[in-house]
């Protein structure tokens, strides 16, 4: 996209981050074209913004299914390869079975929504970002895409509503 | 007449009013120095910790790894364990280092769960002594099996010598629930700290920038990374909560599933586990007091109001731990059982008596004298004691549950007082370890979750009701 700029603004507060977002859905910058960074989590409805899509519930899901299947595979299936009787015990009994597919399905969901949240987030990357130290310092940094020739007229918008700085988005080493 | 039959109260006024600022949610302090705060007391190691993580790391070295060696080439003959009692200080150990990691769990996630804003500057300390603790029970595992090389064997790999694990016997359940549990609190010790990984990969350099960037996985804050975590962290605060209930019920059943006297009661598993919270509320008041009074900065972060919330726990478990003790207790006192009633009489007026009334007044006389004063509970060094008190209590439960109720059995020819011998190296060598890992963790990740605290105090407001200044929360994330 050669006919827009990436800008980054910070902000010291979550009221004046908001009004800038607001801002600048009225300049015409659509939610898709804009990010909010920030070193604590906001509800979006905070921030006038539209809810960030998450994958990790149904990753996580996907996880407990495979573990359960897991689980029924050790306390059922291997049954079949290695009969072991123990203590006039059924071979297939249905309290042992509760109890490895209980701890197989939770370690499969667990186990997937932290990988979930790896593969929905793209992590790990070490790749250059936009991004700056002062965000981790309580800082909020709203990054949007603006058509080339506004700059000018969205830097002063952003600066009357109390954003501290609004400059050129750099990708750069994290 | 008078509209008052006697005075309504006897205190000043400027006692009963509270100074906001002596909560951490309304002390508010930029993010940017409280995060200075963290690193500097990461950074910050003085003569006196390294000589302590020296003694520590010297201990380790001769009582934990040495004597496995010398155990190892010696074989089991070496430790006290004989007949009737195979089961010595090394599955006290197990069940001892796992009740201490309940308190991870307990505190990181339940009070997640129940939105209990006073667990915020402390979940951490609290979720690495789970992974510690799981740690030093996988450790004494393996010092019990005697022939460690062989524990592959506990993994279902078909092979040729046609043995396969019993999924059918309660200690495979052991095997399976405690993997299940390290590995899903290890992973849930990891995901709040990512944010605060990229806080000090932001501000670290050298050796430590390098390390801080591999762990920060290059998180920044977006939306998107933001809401991933948070849905990933609340899975995690809901699946590990059954997860930790089961380790503990199923510790129990390793006992409780045996038709042996002292231990076939169906009680078990919810005395386990309330057991298991109580050692582990009273190692994390330990832990908070040497880390407030030992690290820099910590004294803003950690409060009397928090060893008060942890104190007013530690008195709701001592009592729910007592209720379950003497359910635990009465039944086969009552059943009037031959077998049983040996039992409990060698437990109290056999050669280690004292071993019990030392076991009830630690668990239960010293938390209910001392904690049920406010001003008590919020004296940190007296709550470290209560804690330090109430873990050597439960130690003692462990050691009469396992080695004093096996030395009784059904065949008086058996009968064998137990003794320990390597054990008691071993068991010094493994508190060494666990404290030897806080004191490095302590110095490589932040153990206060700054951006949880920067949270808190973003959500606390003080509303202004009629005369007073009440603290009213809200929910922003």
């Given amino acids: 996209m050669s006919d827009s700029t990436m800008l980054l603004a910070l902000f010291e507060d979550i009221e004046p981050a908001a009004n800038g977002i607001e801002r600048l859905h009225e300049m015409g910058i659509a939610d898709d074209q804009m990010n909010v960074i920030s070193g604590v989590p906001i509800k979006d409805t905070i921030l006038g913004r539209p809810s960030a899509l998450s994958h990790v519930s149904r990753i996580a899901l996907t996880g407990a299914i495979l573990g359960f299947l897991l689980g029924a595979f050790l306390i059922w299936g291997t049954p079949y390869l290695f009969p072991l009787h123990v203590g006039g015990q059924p071979l297939y009994p249905v309290p042992q079975f509760l109890i490895i597919v209980f701890e197989m399905t939770m370690l499969g969901l667990m186990g997937f929504a932290f990988l979930g949240m790896f593969v929905d987030s793209g992590f790990p990357s070490y790749t250059p970002k936009e991004y700056v130290r002062e965000i981790s310092d309580g800082k909020i940094a709203v990054l949007f895409r603006c058509p080339s020739g506004e700059e000018r007229k969205i830097v002063d918008a952003l600066k009357k509503l109390g954003a501290e700085s609004v400059n050129p988005a750099e990708a750069r080493q994290l | ?477």
């Avoid at chain 2, 050692?279 to 409060?303: C, Q």
């Fill in chain 2, 1 to 477: 007449m008078s509209a008052l039959t006697k005075p309504l109260f006897a205190g000043s006024k400027a006692e009963e009013q509270e100074d906001p600022k002596e909560h951490l949610m309304h002390d508010r302090m930029p993010r940017g120095e409280m995060n200075s705060m963290m690193l500097d007391s990461m950074h910050s190691t003085t003569w006196k910790y390294w000589t302590v993580t020296g003694v520590l790391a010297a201990i380790v070295a001769t009582c934990l790894f040495y004597a496995w060696y010398y155990l190892i080439m010696n074989g089991l003959g070496v430790a006290g364990v004989n007949r009737p009692v195979y089961w010595g200080i090394f599955l006290v150990e197990v069940v001892f280092w796992i009740g201490i990691s309940h308190a991870g769990t307990f505190i990181s996630a339940i009070l997640r769960v129940l939105k209990v804003e006073g667990r915020r500057p402390f979940t951490r300390a609290a979720e690495l002594m789970t992974t510690f603790g799981l740690v030093q029970a996988g450790i004494s595992v393996f010092l019990h099996m005697g022939r460690v090389w062989l524990s592959y064997w506990l993994i279902p790999i078909p092979n040729e010598r046609g043995l396969w694990p019993d999924f059918h016997s309660p200690l495979m359940w052991d095997f399976m629930a405690i993997n299940t549990y390290l590995l899903c609190s290890t992973m849930y010790l990891f995901l709040p700290l990512i944010p605060d990984l990229a806080m000090a990969r932001d501000r670290a350099t050298g050796w430590r920038k390098t390390l801080y960037k591999i762990l920060a996985i290059g998180f920044r804050g977006t939306e998107g990374e933001w809401k991933n975590l948070k849905t990933a962290m609340n899975i995690f605060a809901f699946a590990i909560i059954p997860v930790m209930f089961s380790v503990h019920t199923i510790v129990s059943w390793d006992f409780a599933m045996a038709t042996r006297p002292g231990w076939s009661s169906t009680v078990f598993g919810p005395y386990f586990v309330i057991g298991a919270l109580h050692s582990g509320m009273a190692a994390v008041a330990i832990v908070l007091f040497l880390i407030r009074s030992t690290m820099k900065n910590m004294k803003y972060f950690l409060r009397p109001e928090h060893f008060e919330l942890l104190g007013m726990l530690m008195l709701l478990v001592s009592m729910a731990w007592a209720y379950f003790y003497f359910n635990d207790y009465l039944v086969p006192w009552y059943g009037g059982d031959k077998w049983e009633k040996i039992l409990t009489n060698f437990i109290q007026t056999g050669p280690e008596w004292y071993l019990w009334y030392l076991m009830l007044f630690c668990n239960v006389v010293v938390p209910w004298a001392i904690l049920w004063n406010r001003k008590w509970r919020r004296i940190p060094w007296l709550l470290a004691i209560v804690g330090f008190l109430i873990n050597v209590g439960m130690w003692l439960e462990r050691f009469i549950i396992i080695p004093e109720t096996l030395t009784i059995n059904r065949m008086p020819f058996t009968w064998r007082l137990y003794v320990p011998a390597i054990e008691i190296a071993l068991t010094i060598g493994n508190f060494a370890f666990f404290f030897l890992l806080y004191m490095l963790a302590s110095r490589l990740i932040p153990l206060i979750p700054v951006w949880e605290v920067q949270e808190g105090q973003e959500s606390h407001v003080l509303r202004k009701i009629g005369k007073a200044r009440i603290s009213a929360v809200s929910e922003i994330d």
